[in-house]
């Protein structure tokens, strides 16, 4: 990739993607925005300092906060601390929210942009691998709360999303490799030749500068785009990204979020396909291809955790409908379908199978 690339989410926003772009960053704000909130993870300036720098340069009245690290930032108390500079700046319709970081910032400021007088313009520079495919891409916000992952948010359109690979050369490698995770879900259920490319060098894919890495992150984010374009509030085909999800957010939760989303979901991935698997909707090849995918670029395949609070955890995924579970399995490669109520049983052995 040598210019930017632009990927448009149907007519919803625009992603651009490209190598040394984070000056881009004020043609994504719309017009007429006179004053800018930089929200940033604490710890990490170096790209949020230059960001502010451009907008002031640009003569928008810049404030940054710094919000707690990593998921403590999905918190309730943190959004009423933003929701505070808002409204001590007088932030109205016309100004507008920029996040700079991983998925845990673009999630929160989102949701602060969405719920600020109800719905100010939102940009996302997001500066992890997993943001730019995955969460910074189609308006998904939230946060958590004690009962649980997501459980309070708001679908908010971003302006515009501004992903400069170029910022991945500071991310440790986990985060790198946790961002994968949400790559090979794209692989599985819309995008096989992302999977072709991870088998074929899966060295490449975690390299930050290389030519593989930014292929899947263009194969990636069209995959979300054409997902959301279809279906943005999640009322049918929106479902399919929640693959490995349903166990992936319980896993995170029951742990305290100590453990990466990507590295929860790759776990997630394999229960799905070993649920797929026991109901004959995937072959043992398939299967298996998980387990290969996921630990040739280094994510966890197996897990040993209380089963019984997995399952409570479980029964508050969004996709549940009553007491009803809801998952999302491969009906063959590419071929996501939803699988209704699964019993008890079914879901414990499918536990069992993930060893470890
Ligand atoms: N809204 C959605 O559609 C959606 C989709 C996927 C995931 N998510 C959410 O995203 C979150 C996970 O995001 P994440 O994996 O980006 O985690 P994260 O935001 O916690 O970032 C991971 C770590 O990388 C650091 N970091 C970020 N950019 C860096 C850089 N360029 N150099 C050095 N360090 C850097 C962060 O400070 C943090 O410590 C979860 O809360 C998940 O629920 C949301
Ligand atoms: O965009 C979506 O839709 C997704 O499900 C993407 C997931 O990768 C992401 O982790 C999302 O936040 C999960 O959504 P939730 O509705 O289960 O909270
Ligand atoms: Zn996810």
């Known amino acids: 990739m040598s210019d930017a690339l632009t990927i448009p989410v149907g007519d919803l926003h625009d992603v651009v993607v490209g190598r040394g772009v984070l000056d881009r960053v004020a043609d994504l704000l719309p017009d007429g925005v006179r004053q800018v ?27 940054t906060a710094e919000v707690p690290d990593a998921e403590a930032a999905k918190d309730v108390h943190v959004a009423a601390r933003l929701w505070g500079v808002l409204g001590e700046r007088a932030f109205t319709r016309t100004d507008a929210v920029v996040a700079v970081g991983g998925g845990t910032v673009t999630d929160l400021a989102g949701f602060v942009a969405a719920t600020w007088l109800r719905g100010v313009p939102v940009v996302h520079v997001p500066t992890t691998l997993l943001a730019m495919v995955d969460a910074a891409v189609g308006g ?25 690979l170029d910022v991945l050369e500071t991310l440790p490698r986990a985060d790198l490799v946790a961002g994968l995770a949400e790559v ?39 995959v979300k785009a054409q997902v959301v374009a279809a279906d943005l509030r999640e009322f049918f085909l929106r479902e399919v990204l929640n693959y490995g999800h ?9 742990e305290g979020y100590r453990r990466r989303h ?95």
Not at 146 to 157: D, P, Q, Y
Not at 194 to 222: F, G, M, N, Q, Y
Not at 246 to 254: I, S
């Open 37 to 63: 909130l930089v929200v940033r993870p604490e710890g990490l300036d170096r790209y949020a300092g230059p960001v502010a720098d451009l907008l002031s340069a640009r003569g928008l009245a810049v404030v």
């Open 184 to 222: 090979v879900k794209g692989g599985f259920i819309a995008d096989p030749a992302i999977l072709d490319l991870l088998e074929r060098d899966p060295a490449a894919a975690t390299r930050w500068d290389s030519p593989a890495l930014a292929e899947l992150v263009e194969r990636k984010v069209r």
């Open 262 to 356: 990507g590295e929860a979901v790759a776990i997630g991935m394999v229960f799905a396909a070993e649920l797929g698997y026991r109901t004959g909707h995937l072959d043992a090849d398939l299967l298996a291809r998980h387990r290969r995918v996921l630990e040739g670029v280094g994510l966890p395949t197996t897990y040993s955790g209380d089963a019984d609070a997995l399952l409570v955890a479980m029964s508050r995924d969004k996709k549940a409908r009553g007491s009803l579970l809801r998952f999302v399995v491969l009906d063959g490669l590419a071929r996501p379908v939803r699988l209704e109520g699964p019993d008890e049983r079914l879901l414990r052995e499918s536990l069992a199978a993930l060893g470890g």
């Open 246 to 254: 349903t166990l992936g957010h319980a896993v995170e939760q029951v």
């Open 140 to 164: 998904k916000t939230g946060i958590n709360t004690a009962e649980g992952k997501n459980l309070v948010g708001a679908f908010h359109t971003p302006a515009g999303v501004l992903c400069d």
